[in-house]
């Protein structure tokens, strides 16, 4: 297994455009997380699955924001009409139920918004 | 308001001697905090753990010792290496069932050779 793997990896568009990334866990993993990081700043918690079920929203995930896990194994993340805040990257983790306190991350996508 | 703080943006240490890294929470319901190890243009990578119940964790070159009654925990790296450099963020989870980690805003370690 090679660990976890978004695609893509960066990811520039234009304001008011809608962008979709994804995440492809740990194979046996059953949790997955988003989290967008900004500059200067660590992870921030957006969501986060348990098989194909989200349990948690943050309240950062705005009615722009959608996460999906249709089959429980990868995710998608879409954000609609992007905003030049929106820039940052974005961090998809994943854990299993026997670790399930270490999470571990995809090396991310960035996202610029011109 | 930022409820995990990591107070030193960096830190510079020689090859060989203790880095020590440190963070502060404001929550006492934490129960599980976790130390991450971030490269340039890769995601976090774990690297130790510890529960509320215990004052210590040891995992080779790497202890985390937590304070409850200061609600601090710090991370010592013995002896340092050059490649322990990168950025280190701490992070906390509540007491809720959640598996939602608050993070800190990260030290960034550079160790000297």
């Known amino acids: 297994d090679t660990g976890v793997s978004q695609d893509p990896r960066h990811k520039i568009t234009k304001r008011g455009q809608n962008v979709t990334f994804r995440c492809d866990p740990i194979?046996?993993?059953?949790?997955l997380y988003w989290y967008r990081q900004t500059l200067g700043q660590g992870p921030e918690f957006l969501t986060y699955f348990q098989n194909e079920a989200q349990l948690e929203k943050s309240r950062l995930l705005s009615d722009r924001f959608s996460a999906e896990r249709p089959k429980g194994s990868f995710s998608t993340l879409e954000i609609q009409r992007t905003e030049q805040g929106d820039s940052a990257m974005y961090l998809c983790a994943s854990s299993s139920t026997g670790t399930a306190y270490e999470q571990y991350f995809g090396p991310g996508t960035r996202l610029t918004v011109t | 308001d930022q409820q995990v703080k990591q107070n030193s943006p960096s830190l510079s240490v020689q090859e060989g001697r203790i880095s020590i890294l440190n963070c502060d929470y404001t929550?006492?319901?934490?129960?599980?905090f976790l130390w991450y190890k971030k490269y340039p243009a890769e995601g976090p990578t774990f690297l130790i753990s510890?529960?509320?119940?215990?004052d210590k964790n040891e995992d080779g070159r790497f202890t985390v010792f937590l304070n409850k009654s200061a609600k601090h925990l710090s991370l010592h790296i013995v002896p340092s290496q050059p490649g322990d450099s990168a950025v280190y963020f701490c992070?906390?989870?509540?007491?809720?069932?959640?598996?939602?980690?608050?993070f800190g805003t990260g030290t960034r370690l550079k160790v000297l050779a």
């Open positions: 510890i529960s509320s119940i215990k």
């Open positions: 992070a906390a989870r509540e007491n809720s069932g959640t598996y939602k980690y608050i």
């Open positions: 929550n006492s319901m934490f129960d599980y």
């Open positions: 194979s046996e993993h059953n949790r």
